[in-house]
């Protein structure tokens, strides 16, 4: 799954290039696996830091980089630090929520978001595992461990050139890294209470995601310049770049081959088709 969907990206990254790769599917079907994995089977945040560190080796020859990463969720509209939980518990502590800006010249942001820098792929692995038990999971009927938030591992790569003194150029290169909350029907899940309005938060948002797919989508191909419904929730503000800005954008769609499965699947394989004619402008970041 890396090497056919992420490892391509990460050149670009290095050179000051946007990126982004989430995962997409009904609950159960394996976006957590993908994204994250576990410590024996590692996912693509993992892999993903590896390669950086692997091709760093030869870009560091003559430019001079700086990695950080960043780990967030948002959980019920709002949005958490993942690595960086000092005196915060999840559910009911407001201090503890992040607020998201928008900057004209780095785009999108979140204020106050920790960002650590790391110098090898295992750092990284104990940053995921530590940052991914502070994420809010629940077990439902549909999967033991759902992931009640949506959560986006950031790599954010700096660099200029060797030599050129304090008047070379700066330039930043973001990937992020997304694992989304799956869409659920409260039938098949049978929650109550705060599981509930969870997943109708969730929805929600992935409710906000669909209507912007659909809308670019219908700009894409019919050359319109329609609203796009960003600001519906925390989750298409915070994608914003990475659906119909400056980014290089890659779509996961997680599936289940079993034939109760056939609704949702059906569902998401009809969002991947339409998001597939989506156009994105990338530019390098100086
Ligand atoms: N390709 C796979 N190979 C082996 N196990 C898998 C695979 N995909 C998923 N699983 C297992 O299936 C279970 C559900 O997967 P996972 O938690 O990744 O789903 P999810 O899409 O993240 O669901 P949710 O939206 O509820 O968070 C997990 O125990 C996971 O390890
Ligand atoms: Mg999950």
Redesign the pocket.
Known sequence: MFNLTTQFLIEGVLNGFNSTVF?Y??????????MLG?KDTPGIMYQTMKEVFTVLDDFKVDRQYEIKVSFLEIYNENIRDLIDTSGATPQDSPESYLELREDPAQGVCIAGLKEVEVCSAEEILSLLIHGNGNRT?ES?D???????SHAVFQIIAKHRDKGQGIHAEVNVGKLSLI??????RASKTNNRGLRMIEGANINRSLLALGNCINALHENSLKGKENYIPYRDSKLTRLLKDSLGGNCRTVMIA?IGGAHSSFEETHNTLKYANRAKNIKTNVQKNT
Do not use: F, M, V
């Not at 599917?25 to 993908?34: F, I, L, M, Q, S």
């Not at 549909?142 to 992931?147: F, L, Q, R, T």
């Open positions: 995962a599917g009904a609950t159960g079907a394996g976006k957590t696996h993908t576990n999971t439902t549909a999967n033991i461990a759902s992931s009640r694992d989304l909350a799956g869409s659920e997680n």
